[in-house]
T-cell receptor, first 112, second 110 residues
């Protein structure tokens, strides 16, 4: 088995601030994902990475940067926080395309 | 258009009743998962089921690829089954992502 860790659990920032969310997995999975879950809505993909140093944009990538410097970690940066992107950010990993995805506990973002 | 249609949106049951949740997909799929989520909680994978039928305890998932649909059956529901159930599929073409349904909010009453 393995685990996905996300830090911080709660993130509070000011409007316009640059904020970074971190994700670590010890499954030794190649592929990692960042999703955003808005209240009452399903999840939408922000970025994914199929291997170390690879980045692929999802449907919701505008306003975000990502970094995959190690196989086990995947960071997401909110480049300029806005009130309308208060949501829960979920990190996931899988061995490959079409395989089961495992999710972390999430980071809840609040923008003041 | 919406690629994943999940129904019903909400469901209220008496303890002991059965539940049937449905997902329909508008495109062909590589994989399919069912997740469970409590309010404020993380996503827990209930089934990874790209095709066929899988059972785990009181839960059964059936995915029929040709008909582009998947179902989750909960038998003899319990109060602790309450929460949101989400289906998600990875399309066979395009980006490597799960596309999620909007969820079914299940409430089991005593």
């Amino acid at each position: 088995g393995g685990i996905i860790t996300q830090t911080p659990k709660f993130l509070i920032g000011q409007e316009g601030q640059k904020l970074t969310l971190k994700c670590q997995q010890n499954f030794n999975h190649d592929t990692m994902y960042w999703y955003r879950q808005d209240s009452g809505k399903g999840l939408r993909l922000i970025y994914y990475s199929i291997t170390e140093n690879d980045l692929q944009k999802g449907d919701l990538s505008e306003g975000y940067d990502a970094s995959r410097e190690k196989k086990s970690s995947f960071s997401l940066t909110v480049t300029s926080a806005q009130k309308n992107e208060m949501a829960v950010f979920l990190c996931a990993s899988s061995t490959d395309r079409g395989r089961e995805q495992y999710f972390g506990p999430g980071t809840r973002l609040t923008v003041l | 258009g919406q690629q994943v249609q999940q129904s019903p949106t909400s469901l209220v049951l008496q303890e002991g009743e059965n539940a049937e949740l449905q997902c329909n997909f508008s495109t062909s799929l590589n994989s399919m998962q069912w997740f469970y989520q409590r309010p404020g909680g993380s996503l827990i994978s209930v089934f990874y089921n790209p095709s066929g039928t899988k059972q785990s305890g009181r839960l059964t998932s059936t995915t029929v690829i040709k008909e582009r649909r998947s179902s989750l059956h909960i038998s003899s529901s319990q109060i602790t089954d309450s929460g949101t159930y989400l289906c998600a599929m990875e399309p066979s073409s395009g980006s490597w992502q799960l596309i999620f349904g909007s969820g079914t909010q299940l409430t089991v009453m005593p």
